[in-house]
């Protein structure tokens, strides 16, 4: 690889050099692009997350508000979805503008988070999440009733 010629100037022959100017940028490139595929996999496991915890917050608060009044708060879902949105904002890399809607129908509850974002740069990349979770009221001591009272049949049959 190495030739010193005389006066200690260290000489590189021309195939190194070929190689390294195009091995070190299709290298870098590859380096970069995993990097920006963990961080889109990084925001949408947050949004994700986040999305459910929202739904399960909300669907233990509505359970809490119509058993004290037997109506549904806006307040409460503008404050969980602005909540979500800004969890989601404060700890994505790539995505920083979200939307979160939460939707309540007779028995379930259904969250939705949507960005549009897009990456500029060397590579451009649409950075798009759209995630949507579904959660159905339940009822633990209903559940448990149920439950015993399968079990209770199980032993007498």
Request: net charge positive; with cysteine; glycine share 6%.
């Amino acid at each position: 690889f190495f030739e010193r010629r005389g006066g200690g100037i260290i000489r590189l022959r021309a195939s190194f050099t070929v190689e390294n100017s195009f091995i070190v940028p299709i290298f870098t490139l590859i380096i970069f692009t995993n990097d920006v595929q963990l961080f889109y996999m990084h925001d949408i496991v947050l949004a994700l997350c986040a999305v459910n915890q929202t739904g399960i917050q909300a669907e233990y608060g509505y359970k809490r508000i119509k058993n004290i009044n037997g109506l549904y708060s806006d307040d409460l879902k503008a404050q969980l979805e602005s909540n979500c949105a800004g969890y989601i904002k404060e700890k994505s890399i790539i995505t920083k503008d979200i939307n979160i809607s939460i939707q309540k129908n007779s028995s379930d509850l259904t969250v939705k988070a949507q960005s549009n974002s897009r990456l500029t740069g060397a590579v451009s990349m649409a950075a798009d999440i759209s995630l949507v979770t579904n959660i159905k009221e339940n009822s633990p001591p209903d559940y448990i009733r149920r439950v015993n009272a399968l079990k209770k049949l199980r032993r007498e049959g």
